[in-house]
């Protein structure tokens, strides 16, 4: 991490004017696919979305950081946290991801960076009071935004048991003032903008305050004709950046380059959809929509549908019909309870795997694409044409 | 769990009544020997002390429930667990475990029954502030006991960073008012004592405060010499336990048998001890003294010795000298640096392997019976003769 290669963009704070000629990949990497708990054979939720230098994190349950370890993503790489929610199949990783990162984050790349976390209020306190209580100190600093939710989203019995959420006392040592988040006029939380990505978040429903995260990359630059610009004697160097970013060129033979001549039509960014538990979604439909990838949870198969809605998660059908209303290209389903088996199962007769949960969503998304997730699973999203 | 096997014997309250003619098995099983954070091939710490029907867990880092599914454990035996002291790797995994166990406590044995959970002042903070935010409701009650410390187990720079240790507010709903246990005169703890089991602790040096725990069986009725007492006519029955409790009980014969006849003298109960972090653990010497089995951490090789202390950890030679100071019949070293591969690596020239630590150990406790704890590792503890 500390030669940058010619492919490489910067999204991190220190590198975040450097620009590249070539595609960024991005992909989804699968933490963990289980519900409820943790288990031998399946991670809690936890989900990487990498790009090419920065890692972003969405939701820790307990033991996201050796699913972490054993995946081929660097833990130093990570720069910013989601949690969708308190449950702590989503948050109970957290405090002891934090400690192991300080040794990852002696990367000299990563000084003065800080680890921006996000997610509902109260995650302030348990952050501060794990880190305090344990009295761990971090080799780096790191702040937590809490989005703010109004009184609807709280649970029904929210009054007769009501845990203050507010972090009280003096900021952990290595903690920085994090922002309150508030809803914006259209319902939904903006959360982040840089050079590449704007950041939204909007509730769901659960049984407690629940988001979803919308990770939009910006309209990106149409691709050069390279060929074109070498025939006419210009060799790769900085005039293509200067004619990529909209400016006129000179040929070596006099003549103008028109930025329209050799650079094609500016592309679309790509949107990834990533829900925490749900039984309704509907409030991130609207910067939800056309989605190139929609991560939802599948947790309980079509027919204990009013159980799994009583618990607040969908069923396949309730994935499917959401993916088919917003449009999106690729539906990945996760979040399964334990009694499905992972799809290489070879049990006994009468066993359920989660191909079930598969063609459950696959019948209610009609002509879409849709995967299982299973731990370590890595989906390539790739860039719009 | 729910037919009694003649050789039960009842440790749970339910069953604290039932005595019984054979002895009682005792095992330690390893669930993590990490030190500092989880690894794919080590957990932190947690490891079980298990009798017939009960299991109690000594520490519970990030990752313990795993380790407890992947071992022959059965979660819904744990009774009672005892962290050594707060820091991550030793109880980060505790509020997901005791989410967990609510599907374990389904159990109909465990039903009326108490989770007591043991450890430093701030325990019952965290606990309740982590199932709070989480909005975690249980199966079952638990109840934190607190081990009050005077001012000097404190780290040095408490006062410039002096977190809260208090648990405010109402009880969690399935929580019940804990103890504050304080220190006794000689400077030990006392925590429980029921028909089988006493239970001490005492501090010992580390970066905050942190409890050696001693698990000491009480004297176990003599061997019955059943081949005798058939052979005057006696068949196993309640006579057997009569005589056994110490009463003459009369054979068919009409002549008298006494206790001193048939049963063997009193043998005196198992003693376990388990330290937590440490890198000085004099005050726990008096209690400690003659254990069949002491378990004490070996971080890193004597010749890190000064870095070592530094972290307030041990060295092979200070675990190897405590035992025999102590003169305990069979020593377990455990928490090993991730610098040292398990002994069954093949890895390449030069890597240090836990087999070092063994090897270093053995020199300061010769004739004593030594062993490197593994993941899983189960260790029988005999009773004594």
Chains 1, 2 share one sequence.
Request: glycine letters at 8%; a negative charge.
């Amino acid at each position: 991490m500390t030669d940058n290669k010619p492919g490489d963009i910067g999204l991190s704070p220190r590198l975040g004017s450097r620009k590249s000629y070539q595609k960024v990949n991005m992909d989804l990497i699968f933490l963990g696919t289980a519900s409820a708990h943790p288990s031998p054979s399946r991670g809690v939720s936890g989900t990487v979305l990498r790009s090419e230098r920065e890692a972003w994190l969405i939701d820790c349950g307990e033991g996201t950081q050796i699913q972490l370890m054993r995946s081929n993503v660097r833990p130093g790489r990570i720069t910013k946290i989601f949690i969708t929610h308190l449950h702590g199949d989503h948050s109970f990783g957290l405090p002891g991801l934090m400690c192991t990162l300080s040794a990852a984050f002696m990367d000299p790349d990563r000084e003065g960076s800080i680890m921006h976390i996000y997610g509902p209020q109260g995650l302030r306190k348990y952050v501060r009071v794990s880190l305090e209580l344990s009295r761990s100190e971090l080799s780096y600093s790191y702040v937590v935004h809490e989005l703010q939710v109004p009184d609807t989203e709280f649970p029904h019995d929210w009054e007769t048991w009501k845990p203050s959420h507010e972090a009280e006392g003096s900021l952990h040592p290595n903690e920085k003032t994090g922002q309150a988040i508030f809803m914006t006029a259209d319902g939904t939380y903006k959360l982040h903008e840089d050079d590449n990505f704007i950041i939204h978040a909007a509730t769901i429903s659960h049984r407690v305050p629940c988001f979803g995260y919308v990770f939009l990359e910006k309209p990106q630059p149409g691709r050069l004709d390279a060929e074109m610009l070498k025939a006419r004697g210009i060799k790769p160097g900085p005039l293509y950046a200067r004619i990529k970013a909209g400016h006129e060129i000179e040929a070596p033979d006099g003549s103008v380059i028109k930025p329209q001549d050799v650079v094609g039509p500016t592309r679309q960014g790509r949107k990834i959809v990533i829900l925490g538990d749900t039984k309704e979604s509907s409030r991130i439909i609207p910067i939800a929509m056309n989605a190139d990838v929609l991560v939802h949870e599948a947790t309980l198969a079509d027919e204990h549908h009013d159980l799994c809605i009583g618990r607040g998660h969908s069923t396949p059908a309730m994935a499917g019909q959401f993916a088919a209303q917003i449009q999106c290209e690729h539906l990945v389903i996760t979040h399964f309870s334990q009694r499905y088996y992972p799809l290489s199962h070879q049990g006994k007769e009468g066993d359920e795997t989660v191909q079930k949960l598969l063609d459950q969503t696959r019948a209610t998304f009609p002509g879409g694409k849709v995967t299982a997730a299973e731990d370590f699973l890595t989906i390539s999203v790739p860039a719009r044409r």
